[in-house]
Structure formats: C-alpha cells, structure tokens
C-alpha cells in the first residue's frame, strides 16, 4: 500500500526545483517585517478557511467568511452550522501554528486534535475521535476501507511520513499523505477539513507557507484524487505544487527588494514582442511549466517566466 509509482517525478522536477528555490528565497529574506507577516498570515488564514469549506459545501463566500472572522458578525441567511464551521477551521489553523516547527514529527494525537476543532459544537460525539463504522462518499470511485482497520492504517501511514522509506521531497511527501489519509476516511465527517490542514503540518515544518486548494479547482481535486486512487499522482502532485506556488507567491511579493511584477495573461500577450498567446501562455500555466498562479479564475504570470520556458526550450533542442 505503501510503496509509491515515482514514474511521474520527472516531469515535475523543474517544478520542484523552482518551488524549492523560492522556499530558499523567502528563508534567505526573513526576517521579514513583523507587521507584513501578520497581514499575509491573517489574510491567508481567511482565504484557507473560505476555500477549505467551500469545497465542502459552505456557502459563506469570502466576504462573509471575514466578516464574521474578524468582525464577529452573524450572516443573515446563512446556518448557525456554516458559522461554526468558519470560527472552528479557524482555531484550527491557530492549534497548527502553535504546534509547528522545524522538528515537528507528525503524530496521530495532532490529527485528532485538528478534527476535534473542525467538528466542535458540530458533531460533538464524533470530533477528535476515529470512526467505528462503514462510511461511502458520494462521488468517489473506491469505498474507504473497514473501520476495524483505520487505526492500524493511520498509525503505517503516520510511520510511512516520519521514516520516509522512498525519500520524497517534501512536496511529494505531503502529496502522498494528503491522498491516504483520504483514503483511509478516518472519520464519519470533516475528512477534508481534516486533511486539508494536516498535509500543510508537512509542508510548513520544512519552511513552506500553507498550500491552500482553491474553491475553483473543486473538480479538478476530486478528479486528482480519484486518480490517485488508481495510483496516479500526477494531477494531485501538479495542483498541490500550484497551491503551493500561489502562496509562496504572496510571500515574496511581499519583500522589499522583489521586482518581479506578475500579471494577468490576458495582458501579458498585449506586450511587444511577445511569441505566445494567451491560449499557450495558459496551458503552460496550468500544466506548471512555467512560474504562474491563480487568482479567481485567472492566471498570472511574468515576462521573465516565458522568456525562461523559451531559453530552457532552445536548450533542449
């Protein structure tokens, strides 16, 4: 179960080199200013909240979700439950904070306690607690495995992240772990809040800012994990490095000396001299062969990013 198709790695290592090298960059740079951090942190920690329950069906839009995070406001309109589930992620996302580190080794009680956040005031009899019975999932195309079997499934997959037996990089690592622990459904509800949190306990103990999945690319994760099911993690590993890249982005946009000026693509091909089209430019974005990330629905790119995909291009020739 455990042992891991790595036939898909090569195509994404440009990709890893370039995420890793931005992770240096931003490492390189702090500390950065305290009240700058603060405001991306604070902001990031709204938009993680947003997106991760809007994929399971909140329909607090963004606005909303930081209304009643930092303004206490009720939503008329909207469930007491949808309310809880926006102030719970977010003490959620504080308890993650709180535990990381750069010697953080991922721990069972550390999940349960991140679902028992998720689910408080919710589903008090099940939060923190692992499911004792059969569950489906609408949609999937597996069924989660016997309850009798979660526990001794969560404890080799926790084993399989703190030994790393195939030496993944930390993106792959916390790919892999995303998708089992999917897998494994460990609960009767809030698996992806769950997930979505705790995959981030591996990205950040090792200097990444937090991966966050967004709303707009609902089908395209479930279409991810579906695949994966099957062994293939490509898509998976291609939409967690465009999380990735997103935030990694915002950071070091954020420096004093960054230059680098990103843009929509639709404006980019305006530009003089630009040899590709819009059409192009945003396949290479989606399929992550160049620096790019997501905004809403629109990709945003530099200059610099397809004049590097070209060089590299006339290289291999």
Known sequence: MWNIDLTYREEFQ??????????????????????????????????????????EGNTLSLRETQMVLQEGITVKGKSLREHFETHNHDKAIDYLYSIINDEYTLRSIDILSLHGLVLRSIEEDFAGRIRNGGVRITGANFTPPNANKVPDLLDELIAFVNTNPQQLNDIELATVFHHKLVWIHPFFDGNGRTVRLA?????????????????????????ALNQANGGNYQKLTLLMCQSLERTLNIYLNALP??????????????????????????????QGKIDAYKEGRNWLTTREAVENYIATRKRKR
């Open 14 to 55: 440009s990709t890893f080199d370039r995420l890793f090298k931005k992770k240096q960059d931003l490492q390189s740079s702090r500390p950065l200013p305290a009240i700058a951090l603060n405001k991306i942190k604070e902001s990031l920690s709204i938009e993680w909240t947003y997106n991760s329950n809007s994929i």
């Open 199 to 223: 995959m981030n306990l591996l990205l950040m103990r090792s200097g990444f800012p937090p991966a966050i999945i967004l709303k707009n690319d609902r089908k395209k994760y479930y279409e």
């Open 257 to 286: 000396d960054n230059d680098k000026e990103y843009i929509e693509i639709s404006n980019l091909v305006q530009e003089p001299n630009m040899p590709y089209g819009q059409e192009y430019i945003s396949l290479l974005a989606r």
